[in-house]
């Protein structure tokens, strides 16, 4: 380990390994330099010296480092542009009091989830298939806007509030619990995630894993942070270009360089505005691997905090089934099958299974084939048993007004042969459409 005093680095020196105050807060990492601010808070902090198992790769001369700082000042404003009007083109053109309106939006969500909630108890009063899907939807786009909310706020206020988004977090949480099998089958379009990128993500990101922390248990506060970890936890690509994420093609080497510091930049945001420390390492560490070979820290799993995990393993399942411009969305079976195989053991074996038994083997929204010949959509998983999921059978003639049956498939006369690939999902989607038009 080599040790620097902090009064002998120059500002924007560069550092081939990880960049330390002690063994557990980092500075800085490659590609990343260090600041004059940074020194100087270091300084501020009581701290005399750092540590790397690196060495300094780069200097700068004083008048060099002024125009540097100059520049990333400009840049920063560049990009937080940039990244406004990436968020604003899905939310509408915001006015300087709709930014602020965050807190209102707060609170409608939770009016709406409330009646949801009221609607799931009351038997007495119901709405039909068609109008609850409609009503869920509703929901969720509103969810969705108190994210852009939440991220354009920060990159025109650099303003987070953590009360406020923790309650619009135990709200989703609610949304989730209540009807989770329908709002599980709710998939952006690829019009929609290109309007909005990190918004479309990070949302169902935050849907798979809150609905992964409900299937371990966990207590409603931990249940909260680790939603709030998630719902930010991609809040610092606003400090990069968007056309690095928005990328229609394979991406240089500098350029994932790049898109690598983005947990570092989440995790500072997060420390710069007292989030507490938990949600702050699950930002940090979501792109960490069991096996050490993820980033920023390469820290094993041992290391990585549970949030981090949980975290992981939802971003990587969204990933494999969101529409991209620069690749076709794959089945959220053939995901669940790519995440179960667990290659190189990137995931937590125990995470996994908390997604397969929250999703089911062939996962919720799935169209499929059974045995006795008719096709149906998985809709709900069945306790204990996640290779055979309750489905709703496809029936041109049922009325929307009518309540979808759920049906128990099973090994013997109620199997699933296969899962529609995705043309004739939509095949079969077009023909019931045009028959109840």
């Known amino acids: 380990m080599n040790s620097y005093l902090l009064s002998e680095i120059e500002p924007d020196s560069n550092f081939s390994a990880d960049l330390m105050l002690d063994s557990n807060f980092m500075l800085s990492t490659p590609p990343c330099s260090i600041s004059s601010k940074t020194i100087a808070s270091a300084v501020k902090w009581g701290f005399t010296q750092v540590y790397t198992l690196g060495h300094v790769t780069l200097k700068q001369n004083a008048a060099k480092t002024q125009k540097t700082e100059e520049f990333q000042e400009t840049q920063e404003v560049i990009l937080n542009t940039d990244s406004l009007k990436r968020i604003s083109s899905q939310t509408k053109d915001f006015s300087e009091t709709e930014f602020n309106s ?19 108890t009351n038997k007495a009063k119901k709405l039909n298939e068609k109008a609850l899907v409609d009503l869920l939807e509703s929901i969720y786009n509103d969810f969705q806007t108190f994210i852009a909310k939440t991220y354009t706020r920060y990159a025109t206020h650099a303003k987070l509030d953590l009360t406020e988004i923790s309650e619009t977090v135990k709200y989703l949480c609610t949304y989730i619990q209540d009807y989770r099998r ?27 894993a809150i609905t992964i922390g409900q299937q371990l248990h966990m207590p409603e506060e931990k249940l909260t942070e680790l939603g709030v970890a998630s719902l930010l936890h991609e809040i610092g690509m606003l400090r990069l270009p968007p056309q690095l994420y928005m990328n229609s093609k394979a991406l240089s080497i500098s350029e994932k360089a790049k898109i690598a510091t983005h947990p570092i930049l989440s995790y500072n945001i997060l420390k710069d505005a007292n989030f507490p420390l938990s949600i702050q390492l699950g930002v940090l560490e979501h792109h960490e691997r069991e096996t050490g070979t993820g980033y920023p820290r390469h820290i094993t799993g041992d290391k990585i905090s549970l949030y981090a995990k949980i975290i992981t393993v939802a971003c990587s399942f969204e990933a494999i089934t969101a529409p991209r411009q620069f690749k076709e969305a794959r089945t959220t079976y053939e995901a669940m ?13 125990i995470v996994l299974k908390a997604l397969l038994y929250s999703l089911s083997l062939f996962p919720i929204g799935a169209y499929v084939y059974l045995s006795n010949g008719k096709i149906a959509q998985v809709t709900d998983v069945s306790p204990g048993n996640p290779k055979n999921p309750l489905v709703t059978i496809i029936d041109a003639n049922k009325k929307d007004s009518e309540e979808s049956e759920l049906v128990q498939t099973n090994d013997s006369n109620l199997k699933i042969i296969r899962v529609m690939n995705k043309k004739e999902a939509s095949d079969v989607l077009a023909a019931l459409n045009k028959v109840q038009a």
Do not use: G
């Open 102 to 120: 965050v807190s209102e939006d707060s609170l409608a969500l939770k009016s709406e989830v409330e009646y949801a909630h009221t609607l799931k």
């Open 182 to 208: 329908y709002v599980l089958r709710i998939i952006p379009s690829l019009d929609e995630r290109n309007k909005n990128f990190l918004v479309s993500h990070s949302m169902r990101s935050t849907v798979l």
């Open 337 to 349: 099958i790519e995440m179960l195989k667990n290659e190189k053991h990137q995931y937590d074996d």
